[in-house]
């Protein structure tokens, strides 16, 4: 039985357009994976929190101000220090952050908690939390980004008195 010969041709055109595609398509894929990679970190804080049988280390009569720090990317973070930034540029750095406790957020840990007493704080004063990873990122949480109109009215009223 004779079989015929085939013969396929391709230009170089043809294939350097199937190149370019590829490499199109690989770029892609490689920047998506970066973007998705990159550490991220939600915050969150909650005013006149309560904690109930925690005798040793926290209070039942006080009231809390709870910082919760949370890894949304697929990376590990560790956690560094804590701070809370303050209008007239001062700062406070909470201690529970200093405790020693190795905070990494994984997937499978994706949350930390950090607690202060909140009559220590005085919230008309806060302009951000801070929050440092072990690589030296920061991440940050306004308080209020617009400052309410009683806050505005006052700043008007007492502008040029301090």
Known sequence: ????????QISANTVAWYGAVVATGAL?????????DRPRINIKYQKGMLIINAAPLYS????????TITNAGRRPVAIGNVGIMLFKGGALLLSDSLNGVNRVLTEEQPETQITTEQDLLDFSKV???????KAGREY?????????????????????KN
Do not use: C, H, Q
């Open 28 to 36: 892609l894929v490689s920047s998506y994976n970066a973007w998705i």
């Open 60 to 67: 039942e009569d006080l009231t809390y101000f709870v910082i």
């Open 1 to 8: 039985m004779f079989m015929p010969n085939i013969s396929i």
């Open 140 to 160: 940050r949480k306004y308080f209020n980004r617009l400052p309410s109109l009683k806050k505005l009215l006052f700043l008007i009223k007492n502008y040029g």
């Open 127 to 133: 302009y951000y939390i801070v929050v440092y990873d």
